[in-house]
């Protein structure tokens, strides 16, 4: 049987700008699986971002629930929310996000600092990556080995890819 690890049930965003309200999400349904590579395509503006976001718990819906590992984290508090994002899902932005006044070592180092780990492993784990990192740029997956503990991974996929979301999951060659 595949586990569920992560599940809209009936999901709705509205942003509100001014007077006029705007439906990004109608009523999604949707269930990512243990081991599922998934692909959202659709044109600007249909609603992408917005999906991903709610589903790595970085936004909330307006209506309906989110359920990751079993668990309903549509109104959990923030520090759980923060607890959930740090330990068990990964992020590829469409910008990279990256810090500018601090190194590349600094960037990769600063998720980890938040979590319970010794020094000694932060700094093999990040030496580790980024020697992954030299040896793997040509093929672009660095951000996919960067993020492999994961157990759930968003990826806003046009900074790396190309015309499309399939684009990237060709040039990337990134497994979960
Ligand atoms: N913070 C926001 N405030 C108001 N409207 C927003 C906000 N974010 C997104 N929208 C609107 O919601 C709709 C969906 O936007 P979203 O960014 O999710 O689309 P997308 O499919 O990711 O687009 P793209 O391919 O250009 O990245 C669009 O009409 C957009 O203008
Ligand atoms: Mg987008």
């Not at 699986?33 to 609603?47: L, M, R």
């Not at 971002?49 to 629930?65: M, Q």
């Not at 996000?97 to 980890?112: D, F, I, K, Q, S």
């Not at 960067?146 to 759930?152: G, K, S």
């Amino acid at each position: 049987m595949s586990i569920s690890i992560a599940e809209l049930r009936g999901v709705t965003k509205k942003y509100q700008v001014g007077e006029t309200e705007i439906l990004a999400l109608n009523n999604v349904y949707f269930n990512v699986t243990k081991g599922d590579f998934i692909v959202v395509a659709g044109p600007s503006g249909s609603g992408k971002s917005t999906f991903l976001n709610i589903l790595g718990s970085i936004d909330k819906p307006t209506s309906g629930n989110i359920i990751f590992n079993g668990s309903d984290i549509t109104h959990v508090n923030l520090e759980a929310l923060h607890q959930l994002r740090l330990n068990k899902i990964g992020f590829v932005f469409q910008s990279f996000n990256l810090v500018p006044v601090l190194t590349a070592y600094e960037n990769v180092e600063l998720p980890l600092l938040f979590k319970n780990i010794s020094k000694k492993e932060i700094k093999e784990r990040v030496t580790t990556v980024l020697e992954k990192s030299r040896t793997s740029r040509q093929n672009g997956s660095f951000a996919c080995k960067a993020i492999r503990r994961t157990e759930a991974t968003c990826c806003n996929s046009q900074s790396i890819g190309g015309k499309s979301g399939i684009d990237h999951r060709r040039r990337t060659n990134c497994q979960p």
